[in-house]
C-alpha cells in the first residue's frame, strides 16, 4: 500500500494536532463492512474464477498519514485483514482482560447526487466461541441466543438473510454497500458434516421464519437453487463444494415493522441506547429504499488463524427520498431523517461511530456539515477513494454542550455529477400475449477501456418452461460466446431452471441475454388467491470483480509522488460487486375463478348434453317396428300353427 | 328430445319448419333487431357498477391544486413546440427531470406506404420522451401509464401541461405502490405504437425505434389525456380500440364515478347521458350512442391512442376534453383532481383489472349491455341462416315429386357429391387471398401503367376482385 499524498494538506494539520489516537481508530475501521473473501482458490472451474474472491468491499486500509501510521499494532485481529476487515481494539492498552465478545456499531450517511440520502448501519458482534464442537453453549452474553442455537442446532456455516423493501437504483445512487434484491433473500452454507443438506435447509427456512417474522416457510425445492460459482463463502473455511449451499429468494416478500422489530431484538442494546434509537419505524418505513440483513460467517481470531470466531453483523439501508420528504430545502440532518437525534452511545459497544461521506465535496463547496468534526478518514469504497467526517460517539465531546449529536448537511448548491457506475443491469420480459414470452437481461459496462468478466445466476421458476435453444447472449451487435454455462433444467412443481453463465463485458457496451420461454397452464391449485396479478420471478445476480474507479485513471491528476503510481497497484485494481436486477412479474393464463367462469362451465355441460342428442338424432336410422304381440295371442299362435290354420 | 325422437312428430316439425320457413325467419329477423334497438331503453340495461373490490371501497380525497401553474407549463411547451417545430425534447427532458421523474427518450422513424402529393414518400421521424416516477419501496414490477400526445399546431398543449402538473404533484406524494410512466408521445399512434414495442421488445408494424433505457414493470392501466383549451365543459371518454377491442368495464365505471363524485359533466360518443329514457328523444338518442359505439368498433381502427395499448393487454382509454360553448365550465383544476383520484384507485389495485366485462355496450356511460344480452339478439340474425340450411337439407333428402307419368326422374335421384362443392370453397378462398395480397402487389404496377395514385390503385384492386367475385355462381356449375 503505497502511501500516497493527500490534497488536504490543511486538513492534515488539523488533523494531527489532535489525538493521534483518535484519528488511528477511525483510520482503521472497515466503513462497508466489506465482507471479505475467504479467497478460496480450490474451485476447479477456470470459469468460476471471478467469483472466488467474493469479497464485497476489499476494504483496503489506508495508512494515509504517515505520523498516525504506526501507533500501534493493534492486538488480536489487525493482522486478520488479510482474510476479513479487522475489528481493531483501539482499547488495546487497557488493563481489564480482553472480553471473548465485542461489539461495535457504526453508521454511514451518503449523500447522494439525485439529492436524496443513503443511511447504512452495520452492527458488527463477535464471539470466540465454538459451535460446532461436542460441549453445548449456553452462556450468551453479546450475540443473540436465537441465533446461537440456529447455528449449532443445523450445523450452519454461513448464514447470509436479507430483507428488502424497493430496488436500488444504481443509476441515480451508484453502488449499495450491501447490495440486496427486492423481497427476501436466504443463502447458507452448510457444514460438511451435514449429510441431509435438503432436510436441514427445510428446517432451518422454517425456524427462521419464525425467528424474523417472515414468509421464508414458503422456500421450498421449488425456489431453491445450488449455486456452482455466484455465491462463495465469505468467512474461512476451505469448502466450496456447492452441494452444502442452499440459495433462494421470495420476491414476493413484503418487509414491514414486524420483520424490524425481531431484527432489532437481536441487539445487544436493543432500541434502547447507541444508534439504534434511531431505528423507528415511522420514518424508516417512510423511505425509498429499506433492506435490513443479518449475515453470519466464521472469522479468524487472530493472524494465525489458529481459532475461529464468529461474527454476526447486522445491516440496515436506509434511502430517504427528497421530494417526497417535505420542504424542497435540500438539507439533511439525523433529525429529519429519523426524527430522532442522538445522546449516547450503545454501553455495550467498544466503538461507536458516524460516517459522513464527504468525498464530492472536499472544499466545503457543495455542502455545508454542522457541527464540524475534526475527524477525518479515509478508506477504499467499492473502488473508489473515499473521504469521511467521523463522529465518535464513544467520546463525550462529541455531543458537545446540548448533550445531543445532530449532523446537519446543507446544500449550498445542487452542482455536480455522479460518476456513472461501471456496471448495471436491468431485465424485462419482451412480448405479448399468454403463451410465450421472452426474457432480456441486459448488463452494461461503463467503463470506457477495459472488459471484466460477470456471473450472471438466474433462477427461473418451473412454470416459465425456457427454452434454453434460444438462449443468446449478444454484445454490440455481435454474438458473445460466454466461457462457462451451468444449466439445471426445471422439473415441473419440483425445482426450479437454475441458469449460471461467465460472460465478458467489453468495455463500454451493453451485452444482452435474451431466452425465451412458454407460459405453462398451472392446475387450478396451484394458482394463488391473486392469479391476475401475476407471478414473480427473482432477481438475477450478476457478480463481478470490476476495475476500480481509482484504477480507471491513468493520467494521476492527484498529486501523488511518481515513483508510486506507475505500476496499477493490485489492492486498487478491482473491487467485487453484485448487482441484483429488478424481479419481473409476468402473467400466467389464467382461468376466470369467478361467476361467469362457473356459468360458462355449466353452459358448456348443457351444451355438450345437447350435442350429444342432437348427433345421436342425426345419425341414428328409424325404422317402424311392430309391436310384439303378447303372451296369450303367441301361445295362440303356437296352437294355430300346430294346427294347420294361418296366425291371429 | 322424445320429441325428435318420434317419427311422427319429427315429420311434423319438419314440414312445419319447410312450410313456414320464410315467415320463421322473418320473425327472428325482426325479432333479432327489435331485440337489439330494445337494449338500449334504460329499463332492460344495467346500472353500471365497480367490480373490482380494490377500487371500491376504498375512498381517495384529491388535493390536486396547481391547475394554473399546468396551464402556465401547457404555454411553455407551446413556444417551445413552436421554437423547435416539432416536439420540444431537450425541454422536456429537463423539465420532467426537475420535477424528479428519471427521464428517457425513444427516436422512431417510419415510412408511411402511400406517397403524398409531391409523389414522395414520407418518411415519419419523431421522439418519444417519458419520465418514470419510480414509486418509493416498490420493485419496478408494475407502472401505470399516462400519455398526452404531442400534436402540430396548437393543439392539446393543456395537456401536456396537465401532464407535467401531475407528475410534479405525484412526485411529491408518497403513497404510490406502482411506477407511473409520464409519456409524450409524437406523431399520435405511430409515436404511441413505437414506444409500446420499444416497451415489449416486439416489432409487429416494421418500425424503426431506438431501444427504451427505462421500464418500470408490466403495465397495469394506461389513460391517454386530450385537452386543448383551459376550460372545459365535458370530458369524452374513448374506449374503441384496434379491431373493436375495449378495456375491461371497471375503467369505465372508475371514470364514471369520479366525474360524478367531482361534478364534471361526462359523455361517451360525445353524447350526454339524458334522464328522459321515457321519451321517444330520449330512447333515440340512446339508441344513436349505442349505434355509434357498435359503428366505431366495427369500423377495426384505434379512435385513440388508447387503443394500441389493449394487445398488450393493458387496460386503456383516452380522455378527451371538449369545449363547446355551453354555460357549464369545468377548469383544470378540476381535471387535475380527477386525474388524481383515477390514478390513486388504479394504484391501489391489486391485481390487473378483470373483474367486470370485456364485451360490452353502452347506450349511456351510467348503463351497459353486457354480451349476454347482446348475443341474443345476434343468436336470432344466425338461426335464419340455419334455417334456411335445414330448408336445403330437407329438400333434397326428401322423396323426388313423381312426374305425372309416375316415373322417377333418375337425374333427380343421384344427389350432389362432395366434389361439387370443392369448387365454391376453393374459388372462395382465392378470392380471400388475392383480397390480401394483390392491392399492395399492384400498387406499384397500377401507379406505372395507368393514370392512378398509389392509395387509388389499391381500392381500385380491391373492387376489381369484388367485381371477379360477382361472376362466380355462374361458374360453378350449378
Redo the contacts between chains.
Sequence with gaps: MAPHGCSYSALLLIICSVSVFIVTDSQDTTLSGGHHAAAVEDNPQAATEAAEKTSEQPAVEERRWEATEVEEATLHEAAADKQDTPAPETEAPSPVPQPKDDFQEELVIRPLHSGDIYASFQFRTLWETDFMSGNKVSHYRLFPKSLGQVISKFSVRELHISFT???W?T??WGQPFQPAP??AELWVWFQDSVTDVDGTWKELTNVLSGIFCASLNFIDSTNTVQPSASFKPLGIGNVTDHRFLRYATL?REIVCTENLTPWKKLLPCGSKAGLTVLLKSEKL??????SQAVHIRPVCQDWQCKTTSWELRQTLNVVF????SGQGKREWSLFKMFSRTLTEACPLASSSKIYIDITDDPQGELFELSPATPLLSQAMVLGDRRTFSVYDLTQPVTFGTVRSLNPLIRWKSSEGDMLRPLLHA?R???????QTG?I?TLMYNNHPYRSFPVLLLDTVPWYLRLYIHTLTVTSKGKDNKPSYIHYQPSKDRLRPHLLEMLVQLPPNSVTEVTVQFERALLKWTEYTP?????F?VGSSVISSLVPSIVAMDTNITMDRPLFSSFFPCKEESSFFVRVYT??????LPTP?F?MPYNVICLTCTVVAVGYG??Y??LTRS?Q?EEPSPGLAKRLANIIRRMRGVPPL | ?GL??D?NR?RALISLLTRLNAPICVVCYMAGVAWFMGLAFEPFTLRTYMSENAMGSTMVEERFPAGERALATGREFAAHKKKAGGMPVDWLVKTMQSH?L?VFTQRFSRTLPFPDENKERYMVKGTNVYGIL?A???????ALVLSAPCTPGDNNNQAVGLLLGLAQYF????FWAKDIIFLVNEHDLIGMQAWLEGY???NTTGMDWSPLQG?G??IQAALSLELSSDVITSLDLVLEGLNGQLPNLDLVNLFYAFCQKIGVLCTTQGKLQRNDWDSVSGYSHAVQTMMLMVMKQASGRSWGDHGLFL???IEAATIKGINSFRQYKTDITTIGRLMEGMYRKLNNL???L??SYFFYLMPSLSHFVSIGYYMPAFGLLAVILLLRALDLWVQLTAPPPRTEDGVVDPEQMSSPGVLSVLTPLVISHLTGVALYTLPIRFQEMAVEHFPVSETEAVVLTAIAVYTAGLALPHNTNR
Excluded: C, K
Aim: charged letters at 20%; hydrophobic letters at 25%; a neutral charge.
Design positions: 423493501q424497493g430496488y437504483r443509476m441515480q427486492p423481497g420476491p418505513f417512510h423511505s425509498s429504499f429499506h427520498d427528497l421530494h417526497t436491468e424485462y420480459v419482451a412480448g405479448y400475449g399468454l421472452e432480456h391473486d392469479p391476475n396479478h401475476g414473480y429488478e424481479p419481473l412479474l409476468v402473467n376466470d369467478s342428442s342432437l345421436n338424432l328409424f317402424i | 328430445m325428435l325422437s317419427p319429427r424528479g428519471e419510480r418509493p419501496r416498490a420493485s419496478r414490477t408494475e412526485r411529491s406524494q408518497v415489449h421488445h416486439t421500464r414493470g408490466s394487445r398488450y393487454h391489486l391485481e390487473r378483470h373483474q
